[in-house]
């Protein structure tokens, strides 16, 4: 990851992250996506950057990119039997349009799978929405393979991707 810096958001960096997020849901908007078509989870991206687990990339200083990487496996997708310890999980990854592009998103999932090597982990894990295709397949693209998807009627995500971790 030439160049790009991830390290931990801090806690006063919120408005960073709900930036990011809110640029994203503009731009899914934009093509008639309606995902994240809501206001950011403020009270779960403070909790997640209190706890050390929402990270910022930045190039040249300038923050770029979010992800949330934990250990929370939603029990409304991920049952036992995918052994859910086994795994780290992707949460609100978003780049900004100007670095569209660039790797950058590609670059992120690959440090979130070295981080869960890191923790002896076995699978690098996430839910998408149901219906955006676009997004499928840059996940296949970045070596994911889809799982399987759960359809909850209260849900709009739950298409379960997995890496494994070499």
């Known amino acids: 990851m030439k160049d790009l810096l991830v390290r931990a958001g801090r806690p006063d960096e919120l408005g960073v992250v709900e930036a990011l997020l809110r640029e994203a849901s503009a731009w899914l908007a934009s093509r008639s996506i309606d995902q994240w078509q809501y ?5 779960r991206i403070a909790e997640a950057l209190k ?3 929402c990270f910022l990339a930045f190039k040249d200083g300038k923050p770029i990119a979010t992800i949330q990487v934990d250990d929370f ?3 409304e997708f991920w049952t036992p039997e995918d052994r859910p310890h086994a795994a780290l999980y992707v949460h609100r990854m978003a780049v ?3 670095f569209s592009g660039a790797s950058i998103g590609s670059q992120l999932l690959d440090w979130a799978s070295e981080r ?3 923790q ?3 699978w690098l ?3 998408a929405w149901k219906d955006n295709q676009g997004l499928h397949r840059f996940y ?9 998807i759960v359809d909850l009627p209260h849900r709009r995500s739950g298409a379960l991707f997995q890496r494994a971790i070499e």
Request: glycine fraction near 12%; hydrophobic fraction near 25%.
């Open 39 to 43: 206001p950011p989870h403020s009270d």
């Open 140 to 148: 296949e693209n970045s070596g994911f393979s889809l799982l399987r």
């Open 116 to 118: 869960a090597a890191g």
């Open 51 to 53: 706890r050390g687990v």
């Open 125 to 127: 894990r996430l839910d």
């Open 96 to 98: 900004t349009r100007d």
């Open 73 to 75: 496996a939603d029990p």
């Open 120 to 122: 002896g982990k076995r």
